[in-house]
């Protein structure tokens, strides 16, 4: 069993950034990745960013690309999402979500969320408020 907790969201402006945090606790050996996904309102949840935990590959929505960075502490187990240049299209709850190997679905993107087994509560992240 994995608990994620994610932080770090707020209302910010056009250009600027924030920096989310998820922090894991639990058994994370099973796992092959881990990502951020946002839902804003009326729209599907979408996959933003992922982190292969075995070699550290990153797999980023084209939305995304050069604005955001993922990345992984690996000491103290905490998953981030580096989010520069905010639009007003990023607002949205983000959610940190990790799969399983046990659950199968490593078939499936790192960024689809049917992938994923564990999930966070999210946080919120306005911008253009």
């Known amino acids: 069993q994995l608990q994620l907790v994610e932080s770090g969201g707020a209302s910010v402006r056009a250009g600027e950034s924030l920096r989310l945090s998820c922090a894991a606790n639990?058994?994370?050996?099973?796992?092959?990745?881990m990502g951020w996904f946002r839902r804003a309102p009326g729209m599907e949840r979408e996959g933003v960013a992922a982190?292969?935990?075995?070699?550290?590959?990153?797999l980023y929505h084209d939305s995304v690309k050069g604005r955001f960075t993922i990345s992984r502490d690996t000491a103290n187990n905490t998953l981030y999402l580096q989010m520069n240049d905010l639009k007003c299209e990023d607002t949205a709850m983000y959610y940190c979500?990790?799969?399983?190997?046990?659950?199968?679905?490593?078939?499936?993107?790192?960024?689809?969320?049917?992938?994923?087994?564990?999930w966070g509560q999210g946080t919120q992240v306005t911008v253009c408020s």
């Open positions: 982190f292969f935990i075995r070699g550290g590959s990153t």
């Open positions: 639990g058994d994370t050996s099973a796992t092959s990745s």
């Open positions: 979500a990790a799969d399983d190997s046990r659950h199968g679905g490593l078939r499936l993107s790192a960024l689809a969320d049917r992938r994923h087994v564990y």
